[in-house]
């Protein structure tokens, strides 16, 4: 056994923006993405081939901040995390004891996300980036059938275990952020 971790292949992207409408849109009409699904109006899931998604966009979630018009970090606009595809449920559960063995910080999971049904395991890399290993994403063949859902914008959607197989704590900002109702 080696004491790295195993990617196939880069994954998906999430990036914060400012006006989800304006980037769905322009994602769509523009780039020719296919939307898979929304969480409510927070957050859209795109796609370029049968991965159910590949670049996601969430609303910031405050026009007000003085961060608004500044470059990514979590109160801007940019990258949220980015992403690498893993084998299987054991390639995953494998990575955390490799994150741990090298004293990296792991920042959520392993979890299962509802849009997408992936599992996931974000940590950090030297200069604070989220980045993500992922498994099980659900596929969308390219015959034009699947319609889109909606989801909730909730713990379930975020998570399907409920935060109950995470490594670390979840921090308190995400857990008020998928528990608490919007005002």
């Known amino acids: 056994m080696t004491n790295k971790l195993k990617p196939r292949r880069l994954g998906h992207m999430v990036l914060m923006v400012r006006d989800i409408q304006k980037s769905a849109k322009f994602y769509t009409e523009v780039l020719g993405l296919e939307v898979s699904d929304w969480i409510g109006e927070s957050m859209v899931f795109l796609r370029a081939g049968t991965d159910h998604h590949d670049l996601a966009l969430a609303q910031l979630p405050d026009k007000d901040s003085v961060d608004f018009n500044d470059l990514p970090r979590y109160s ?7 992403s690498y595809l893993i084998d299987s ?3 995953m559960e494998r990575s955390v004891k490799v994150l741990q063995d090298h004293g990296v910080e792991i920042v959520r999971g392993i979890g299962r996300h509802g849009p997408g049904n992936n599992l996931f395991l974000v940590f950090k890399d030297p200069d604070g980036n989220n980045v993500e290993v992922y498994c099980d994403m659900t596929q ?6 699947h319609r889109p ?3 909730e914008r909730n713990l379930e959607s975020f998570d399907q275990y409920r935060l109950e197989r995470f490594v670390v704590p979840p921090p308190a ?3 008020a ?3 608490q109702p919007k005002e």
């Open 177 to 179: 952020s998928k528990t």
């Open 173 to 175: 900002h995400l857990v």
């Open 140 to 145: 969308i063949p390219q015959d034009g059938k």
């Open 89 to 91: 449920e054991e390639e």
């Open 76 to 82: 801007r606009p940019g990258l949220e995390h980015f």
């Open 149 to 151: 859902e909606v989801w």
